[in-house]
């Protein structure tokens, strides 16, 4: 399960966000590619928009039940 506290510094504020858990697998910037980029440098995912609007949100929240390790968290605000 993601952690907060582990949280890379790239996300952007909003209510997903991805941690040190992440291998890069891509599946969260297929699944919702207007909200996740990949940091070149680290080799992984990050939001860097927050969801805007319903179909952005169900997108993340499909990505991140969709992930592998658990990368991405939702801290519920």
């Known amino acids: ?39 070149e440098d680290g080799g992984h995912s990050y939001v860097y928009k927050p969801a805007e609007t319903p179909e952005e949100e169900a997108l993340c929240k499909e990505a991140m039940e969709g992930c592998p390790v658990e990368a991405i968290g939702d801290d519920g605000s």
């Open 1 to 39: 399960m993601a952690d907060v506290e582990n949280k890379y510094t790239q996300n952007a504020a909003g209510k997903f966000y991805v941690d040190d858990q992440c291998i890069d697998c891509d599946l969260c910037r297929e699944t919702a590619p207007a909200n996740f980029k990949r940091d």
